[in-house]
């Protein structure tokens, strides 16, 4: 097991609110795929009809075939159709922004994690852009099975087009109604929470752990940085660009510490999420010279930082602000619904403080 896997195992058992809010994958790949820009959904859905094309040419399974499509017909409906939705889609965006209009600097962020209206704007376009794409070259494509499984396609992009345009009304409702709004905002200042005491902690017991497995069971002696020892070969990281630690296998630095024996052995206390620059060598340990030992299947490093020391408070720090701002203008109800949330927030540390 590496080190990483044990804090994260631990941080799973002890706090598996905070846990299940950083870890959550499903929600993290939606997310990234409704950030993408335009181009990014329309060439991702013109590759899926490439794959398509090369099925019915190539495989075309007649187990499959459920449907006999009037072609013509069909995708004319399917024009008149899209057309509508995306025109319903951008006036429920449209009424949203309208609405929101002066909090959108507090909120904008959280309305485009929440609402998704981008992505679904930009799959509406490319739909219409692939339908009318298909309606005026199918004159050239014969083979009529290829034109059909396109436009079945289609039809299922169409079908969770408006399974999506049906969620974007219902999260626009919520947005409007200012109590449930309230309750997103608040949603979103606990999961900034959760991820700031997530990293903070974890990078506290990575370097509390690997102290301990170094020092107490391994019975390596810690030196600085800087310090150079007689007698043994330091053993260190050759830099060819800036990387960050990741992790470090724990089995392996046990299976190293036993072929050391009882020589002294001594290493350098390595930081998660510290930035170490190309033009410094990494010290990680100093040894007795011994030919057999192997150390690079030992520590892992990246090129990006997986785990931020500090984490963005972007939520708690507009909360601060709308409490002063409400304080200076005496907007008293507002004022209380602020310190309400503070109050949730504070008592949310001092239990996972108590757990500790």
Not at 314 to 320: D, R, S, V
């Amino acid at each position: 097991m590496s080190l990483k896997q044990s804090v994260k195992k631990e941080i799973k058992s002890k706090f598996p609110k905070v846990y299940n809010h950083k870890n959550n994958t499903i929600l993290d790949i939606l997310s990234w795929i409704f950030s993408r820009g335009f181009w990014a959904v329309f060439l991702i859905y013109l590759a899926l009809i490439s794959l398509i094309v090369l099925y019915t040419i190539f495989i075309d399974w007649d187990f499959l075939k459920f449907f006999t499509i009037n072609f013509d017909d069909t995708i004319k409906t399917f024009t008149t159709g899209i057309i509508t939705l995306v025109s319903m889609n951008l006036f429920v965006t449209n009424l949203l922004l309208t609405h929101l209009k002066d909090e959108r600097d507090e909120i904008q962020s959280i309305i485009d994690k929440k609402v998704n209206f981008k992505f679904i704007t930009y799959l509406g376009f490319t739909l219409i852009i692939c339908v009318l794409s298909l309606y005026f070259v199918s004159p050239s494509i014969r083979n009529q099975s290829v034109k059909s499984n396109i436009l079945i396609f289609i039809f299922t992009s169409f079908a969770t087009y408006i399974l999506l345009l049906v969620y974007l009304y219902n999260t626009v409702f919520k947005f409007i109604h200012k109590t449930k709004r309230t309750k997103i905002v608040k949603l979103e200042l606990h999961l900034e929470f959760y991820k700031s005491f997530y990293n903070h902690y974890f990078k506290k017991r990575f370097k509390e752990e690997y102290k301990h497995l170094m020092e107490n069971e391994l019975k390596f002696i810690s030196y600085p940085v800087w310090q150079e020892i007689e007698g043994v070969k330091h053993y260190v990281k050759k830099n060819k660009k800036n990387v960050y630690l990741s992790d470090i296998n724990i089995s392996a630095i046990k299976n190293l510490s036993e072929k050391m024996g009882d020589t002294k052995k001594y290493y350098h206390e390595l930081q998660l999420g510290k930035l170490y620059e190309k033009t410094n060598d990494i010290k990680l340990f100093a040894l007795q010279p011994n030919p057999n030992i192997s150390y690079k299947n030992i520590y892992s490093f990246s090129s990006k930082n997986n785990l931020q020391s500090d984490y963005s408070q972007e939520y708690l720090q507009k909360l601060l602000k709308k409490v002063n701002d409400n304080t200076l203008s005496n907007k008293f109800n507002e004022l209380d619904d602020n310190l309400q949330n503070l109050d949730d927030i504070y008592t949310e540390f001092i239990e996972l403080e108590n757990e500790l």
